[in-house]
């Protein structure tokens, strides 16, 4: 049985910063996609950044330069450095896996998810 869990969020002011975990069992890691996702209140579930197999990442524009994936394979985890946290990042975070090679920022690309960490980022 595969287990998403993730780990690290929070109430911080503006500017801070917060590193969000997912730590992943029940399947081969070094074989998936990893992936955050997050959803604000009324708002769609929306695509922040993923890393693939080999480590190639993507952020959106929204978090580049303030945001940063990373995998450690051995530990089966997966994580997201949050830095100059901004209050448009409010949101619960969710952490997925997928052995998909396209649509990486699309949800229903992906088969497994946590049930997200909740980050509140206050003004």
């Known amino acids: 049985q595969v287990q998403v869990v993730e780990s690290g969020g929070g109430l911080v002011q503006a500017g801070g910063s917060l590193r969000l975990s997912c730590t992943v069992s029940?399947?081969?890691?070094?074989?998936?996609?990893m992936a955050w996702f997050r959803q604000a209140p009324g708002k769609e579930r929306e695509g922040v950044s993923w890393?693939?197999?080999?480590?190639?990442?993507y952020h959106v524009d929204s978090v580049k330069g303030r945001f940063t994936i990373s995998r450690d394979n051995p530990k089966n985890t997966l994580y997201l450095q949050m830095n100059s946290l901004k209050p448009e990042d409010t949101a619960m975070y969710y952490c997925a896996a997928t052995q998909n090679t396209w649509g990486l920022l699309w949800a229903r690309t992906y088969k497994y998810w946590g049930q997200g960490t909740q980050v509140t980022v206050s003004s």
């Open positions: 890393i693939t197999r080999g480590r190639n990442t």
């Open positions: 029940g399947l081969t890691f070094d074989d998936y996609t």
